[in-house]
């Protein structure tokens, strides 16, 4: 009894001195924090609902995809036919993101801006038509966004993450005609240093006015290179 009784002593004495040891915290070293993202964009574009937006809304009636035929396009009534002569899938854009908190590790506000290409697209319509051909050509789309960042930065060199969400709007120019879009984009990729890699994918709508309202729905799809500082 007394040996248990003069070794709790001891220990409680142990645990209280003000000389014990405690364990060692482990701090790691934090990545510093990047203010702007500077990008280029390799992309390569989809386009969805090509038949309702915008060949029925050009053609005022429900148009369904043909196969083995010399067109692609054909209208309920059988009466329009349509060639797509060309829909131009690559492209590139530039562009620069901006964290006002900065970015290093965790969730930041995000504010984007970029300059891309549009799809060529040449449309040739026989038969009842707004017009006999439609075209959009050499056009960029000029997009602002408003978005999240989440971060996992690696100090110096070292391999880290991230992954991003935007929305938000931008101007369409092209040689025949201007409009409108807006789009959601989300992707994310990795960083080593100020340099890194992401894949990004973006739908967009955009609007034009020309020979009658009208939609194209786009899905670019970019392998973008970024430097940070």
Same mark, same amino acid.
């Given at each position: 009894m007394l040996f248990q009784t003069l070794s709790a002593a001891w220990l409680v004495a142990a645990m209280t001195l003000p000389g014990s040891a405690q364990p060692a915290q482990y701090s790691s070293a934090k990545a510093r924090r990047h203010f702007i993202?500077?990008?280029?964009?390799?992309?390569?574009?989809?386009?969805?609902?090509?038949?309702?937006?915008?060949?029925?809304?050009?053609?005022?009636?429900?148009?369904?995809?043909?196969?083995?035929?010399?067109?692609?396009?054909?209208?309920?009534?059988?009466? @329009?036919?349509?060639?797509?002569?060309?829909?131009?899938?690559?492209?590139? +854009?530039? =562009?620069? $993101?901006?964290? %006002?908190? #900065?970015?290093?590790?965790?969730?930041?506000?995000?504010?984007?801006?970029?300059?891309?290409?549009?799809?060529?697209i040449r449309l040739a319509f026989s038969g009842p038509a707004p017009a006999p051909v439609h075209a959009l050509t050499n056009g960029r789309a000029l997009d602002a966004a408003i978005g999240v960042d989440m971060s996992d930065r690696a100090p110096g060199w070292g391999l880290g993450s991230h992954a991003f969400f935007f929305?938000?709007?931008?101007?369409?120019? @092209?040689?025949?005609?201007?409009?409108?879009?807006?789009?959601?984009?989300? +992707?994310? =990729?990795? $960083?080593?240093? %100020?340099? #890194?890699v992401d894949l990004s994918v973006k739908f967009a709508v955009n609007r034009f006015d020309t020979p009658v309202a009208h939609r194209f729905y786009t899905i670019p799809v970019s392998v973008r290179g970024t430097v940070s500082f």
């Open positions: 993202t500077l990008s280029y964009d390799w992309q390569y574009t989809h386009p969805l609902a090509f038949a309702k937006h915008p060949l029925e809304e050009l053609l005022g009636m429900p148009v369904s995809e043909v196969h083995l035929e010399t067109f692609q396009y054909r209208t309920a009534d059988g009466r @329009t036919l349509v060639n797509v002569l060309e829909f131009r899938h690559p492209g590139n +854009g530039v =562009g620069a $993101t901006v964290y %006002p908190f #900065g970015s290093s590790a965790g969730a930041t506000l995000a504010l984007r801006g970029s300059i891309e290409q549009l799809p060529d929305g938000g709007v931008g101007h369409a120019q @092209t040689d025949q005609m201007d409009g409108t879009r807006y789009f959601v984009e989300g +992707g994310g =990729g990795l $960083t080593s240093g %100020p340099l #890194g």
